[in-house]
C-alpha cells in the first residue's frame, strides 16, 4: 500500500525556472493538498483540491499553480521559481471533508532555488 | 495571525519519564484536532486526535487532553523513548467559509528523548 507518493524527492532549480511535483494517492481520498514546511513555519497550506477537476487557493498560493485531471493525482507547478520558494513540500490527501478525518502525508520533495 | 501554536521549539526528556507537548488555538470553531510526528526526512504521520466533544484520548502510551475553555491541547507520552524523539505538530481543523474543511497545523516542537 503506497499511500501518497511525490516525485521527485529532490531538486536543484536555477531562478526563473519551471517545474512540477506530482502527487499521487492510491486510497481514492477526495481531497488533496499542498504544503510547504519552512523552519520556524509550520506546515502551510499552498493549494488544495475538494476532487477531481477542482482546485482552491490555500494561505500562501502565490507563485504556484495546481491540477487535479484525474482523482489519484494532484499537481504542482512552479512557472517561474524564485529562492523564496526554497522549502520542504508536502503532498496529502483526506476522505470527505467531514470533522475528524485524518489527512495523509506523502514523504516530501525538497526543493532548493539557487 | 496564528491559530495554532506550539510554544516550545523543542523539549528533551530522560527516557522512561513523561513527555508532554502543549498546543494552543485561537479558533473556538476548531473542532477537531489531531498530532502528527515527523521524522527526519520523512513526511509526517498521524498519531493521535480528538474531537472537541471529548477532553481525553488515549492509545497506548499516547494520550491527548483537551481543555475547551482554555483552548489548550496536551500530548503525554509515558513513558518516553528514544524512538520518539521527533518533531511533533498539533493540528486544528474547522469548517471554512468555503464550505470545506480547513486544517491548520501548528509551528512544531521537536522532542529529544535522552537514553
Redesign the interface.
Known sequence: NAGVTQTPKFRVLKTGQSMTLLCAQDMNHEYMYWYRQDPGMGLRLIHYSVGEGTTAKGEVPDGYNVSRLKKQNFLLGLESAAPSQTSVYFCASSEHAVSGNTIYFGEGSWLTVV | DQQ?K?NS?SLSVQEGRISILNCDYTNSMF??F?W?KKYP??????LI?I?SIKDKNEDGRFTVFLNKSAKHLSLHIVPSQPGDSAVY?C?A?A?GT?G????I????TRLKVLA
Open positions: 495554532v506550539q521549539p473542532d477537531y489531531l502528527y526526512a520523512e513526511g509526517p504521520t498521524f486526535s474531537s505538530f493540528a481543523s469548517l468555503s470545506t474543511y480547513k486544517y497545523f501548528g509551528t512544531g
